[in-house]
Structure formats: structure tokens, C-alpha cells
């Protein structure tokens, strides 16, 4: 069986439809994958577990001149405690002399306590002149060698001008 030297570029067999079925071929496989890599994303969060800040009072005013403490509770979704965590304090409509204020939750407690005034850990109102109310912002970091997750806005804390 002898072939002609010129039979390749004389032959067109199965040359007709192929550019197309190639870039058909190529368009339904990268919607496929398309699809695959957009069902796969959903499954990111598979297994953690919300957690949420609870207060004891959501609108702190003044008491004879100085302001109750604030004890905020982290919990899952479902109210079980989350130890270990921490909590960040940060101004809101309402201005924090000292910036952000960043309270833990210890080893065998799901709670801290915000105090008001001066210190370390204790939050300093800054009112504007014509301001008479203002909130502040609150963060939960979960531990970090956990499974929870804190991807929704917490309550905030509303101070009244005392």
C-alpha cells in the first residue's frame, strides 16, 4: 500500500466540521467548569458555626455621673458560650478618645466587661459639641484554633451624653 506524496494535502476527510465542534467543545467545557468552580464556593464555609455578641444593655447612660460597665457575652448561633475570644470596641457615630478598645474573654469565661472612663481597657466617650447619643461598634475574633466565625454585624452599644 503505496501512498501518494501529494495524498495528505489532496485528502479532506473530517476537516469540514472541526474548528467548530473544537470551539463548541471548548465553550461548554469552560461553562462546565464555570458551573463546578461556582458550586464548589458555597462549600467554603461548610462546618463553621456563627458566633454573635449578647449585652447586658444595649443603651448606656449616665449614673450620677459616670457610666455602668457593659458586660458583653459571646455566644454561637444556638447560645452556647465561645471562651477564648476576643472582643474589639471601635468608634461608631461616637469617637473613642484612645482608639479601639480590644477585650478578651478568658479560658473559662464567654464574657468581658467594657468599663467607661480612663484606663486601659475602660472606653473614653469623645461627645462632638452638639452630639447628645452616639454608638459604638463591636468585633468578635473567635479563637483561631476553632471553627467559628463571626460574619455578621454585631449590636452595637449606644452611649448617652451624661
Do not use: C, K
Not at 471548548?26 to 463546578?36: E, F, I, Q
Not at 452556647?80 to 475570644?85: F, G, I, K, L, N
Not at 479560658?107 to 481597657?121: I, K, M, Q
Amino acid at each position: 500500500m503505496r501512498r501518494n506524496p501529494n495524498a495528505f494535502t489532496d485528502d479532506q476527510r473530517a476537516i469540514e466540521g472541526l474548528p467548530i465542534r473544537l470551539v463548541i467543545a471548548l465553550v461548554v467545557g469552560v461553562a462546565a467548569m464555570s458551573l463546578m468552580m461556582n458550586m464548589l464556593s458555597t462549600f467554603d464555609n461548610f462546618g463553621d458555626t456563627e458566633v454573635e455578641t449578647e449585652h447586658d444593655q444595649n443603651l448606656v447612660t449616665p449614673d450620677g455621673g459616670s457610666y455602668d460597665d457593659v458586660t458583653i457575652s459571646v455566644v454561637t448561633e444556638d447560645g452556647d458560650p465561645v471562651e477564648d475570644a476576643n472582643i474589639l470596641i471601635r468608634s461608631g457615630s461616637l469617637t473613642l478618645e484612645d482608639g479601639p478598645i480590644d477585650l478578651h474573654t478568658g479560658e473559662n469565661s464567654n464574657e468581658a466587661t467594657l468599663s467607661f472612663g480612663s484606663g486601659d481597657d475602660a472606653a473614653s466617650p469623645d461627645f462632638r459639641a452638639d452630639q447628645v447619643r452616639g454608638t459604638l461598634e463591636v468585633e468578635v475574633h473567635p479563637p483561631t484554633d476553632s471553627d467559628y466565625v463571626d460574619e455578621d454585624d454585631n449590636r452595637e452599644i449606644t452611649v448617652v451624653e451624661g
